[in-house]
């Protein structure tokens, strides 16, 4: 037989070693080699040098990054926002030329975010108290250090480095200035775009692992504010969960800030100038009753129906099954007429003119 592909004929060559895998793959109980445990659960953390921190295989899965989470364009605003209020608070704070900057969010998870954190650590733990939630900014080293020298009046001090110890009561005290006068406050007037909304300072933790204000698998939403300062600078890493944001979910997905639906003043003006001069039909119900198929059967030409009503009592006017009018019987000219007594809509109706 011919082996050309071409002329129709079948190869005749089987790559080495099909037949066995394949063999091996349809035999049931098949045991998996210890190389092969190691590559489905991402190597056991054997990184090697040309992947760096790539996650691979269950991990990548448990612990990828995020995707496919909702879009906050509303919330890309108010970070731009508090970027150019913490430009001028910082200024005010520390009476120097300081320049404050915010990289774009991204989505993460706590863990990730606590992993991060530059030790020694001082996370500021911060209530938002309309939204019965949490979030967290974590102050770097160099930001503590450049704000207890500015503080203290040692602006044109070297950056010394906080490292091997914990910080000291009078930094703390600074810290804390340095988070109500301007991390809070910022925040507070950054998400009035939205909504009125109060943040506190709850806690400083100095363990990441203690500032943990939801599950370390949750989702969230971070950003990192850069500090610089006559050479000299630090970060502050802020973390918002996204089950604190959710009162507001819906108004942070909106493409541009205060989208109102249904309430166009033109349009409002519009309608306001039109519905005056808009013919209705009004219907005059006498009384409600309930009555059998049967006895509306047995009518005939003569027959009465007698009304639980005087005619003196008040008869309802509707529009659309809408109450407008409350009337009684009345007599004009030898015709039956209403006589209103109420109007049952609101008074700032406009009048027809």
Known sequence: MNDDPSLGGEASETPAGTDNLDADWGTAGRALAQSDIDSLFGDAGKATPDQGDTRRGYEALIGGELVGLDR?????IIVDRLTQLMTA???SFTGDNAD???DRIKPMRL?????DVTLPAM???IRIEQWDGYCLAALDPRLIGLAVDVLLGGRRNRAQLIEGRPYTAIERVFVERLVNEVITRDLRQAFELICEVDFVLDRFEGTPSYAAITKLSAAAVGFRAEVSMEGRGGHIDFLIPYATLEPVRDLLSQEFVAKRHGDDPVWRSHLLD????????LRAVVERRRISCAEV?????????????????PIDVLCNDLPVLRTRIAEKDGRIALHVEERRFTDDWPASG
């Not at 906050?72 to 890309?76: F, G, I, M, S, Y």
């Not at 863990?111 to 992993?115: M, Q, V």
Request: net charge positive; aromatic share 6%; proline share 7%.
């Open 89 to 91: 608070s910082m200024r």
């Open 111 to 115: 863990k990730d975010f606590l992993d």
């Open 100 to 102: 404050v900057s915010i």
């Open 72 to 76: 906050l364009p509303v919330l890309n």
């Open 297 to 313: 059967l047995r009518w005939r030409p003569g027959s009465k129906l007698f009304l639980n009503r005087r005619h003196d009592e």
């Open 123 to 125: 996370i500021a733990v």
């Open 274 to 281: 039109e519905l005056p001069h808009t013919t209705v039909t």
